[in-house]
């Protein structure tokens, strides 16, 4: 029980504690060299995420094509598991009409559960169903998982740049600014 209390007065706190962003900001330097090599800097920049945009969606195609044959396997294992259902279900559904008589039954000390007015041997009130439904996939959601698997989407592009800045002279100044449940 106490660890109940833990788990929820835990919630509650984060719940209320304030949220930060880390935001930057860019000091240029002053002379004209370093100005040229800032310019230098941001083209890389660009290059660089070019560069990245283009990997990711080459990266991208691959991933589909992994996406789909995991989902053609996957949809191979659900037709078993669904043909598997559908026998379990049929046997329930026999072994509920022959044993089970849910509308007519009541309970005497000598011999048990019985229907006056039915055949069925009654051996209790009748079971719930406990057999799942297989879940059938999903192809988007297999493409996206191959992507997130696969493809890496930040190349690091702004570590760099900040890097370059730097060292053009500049300075880059990191700040935590609250946007959330922010303290008056």
Known sequence: MKYVILFFTLIFFSACTPKYKTTYSYIPPATPNAQACVKECGEKLATCKALCKSNFEICAKKAEQIGKKN???????????????????????????????????????????????????????????????????????????????????????TDAYDNCFRGCGGKVVQKKVCIENCPK
Do not use: H
Not at 88 to 109: A, H, K
Not at 112 to 121: M, N
Not at 128 to 135: D, G, H, L
């Open 71 to 157: 989902y053609e396997q996957k949809m191979q294992g659900y037709y078993r598991a669904l043909e598997q259902y559908t026998r379990q279900m049929e046997m329930y559904q026999m072994q509920r009409d022959l044993f089970w008589y849910d509308d007519f039954y009541y309970y005497d000390r000598g011999i048990g559960f019985y229907a006056p007015f039915g055949p069925r041997l009654l051996l209790g009130p009748s079971p719930a169903y406990t057999y799942p439904r297989p879940v059938k996939p999903n192809l988007q959601q297999e493409i996206l998982q191959a992507q997130l698997k696969n493809c890496r989407i930040d190349c690091k592009c």
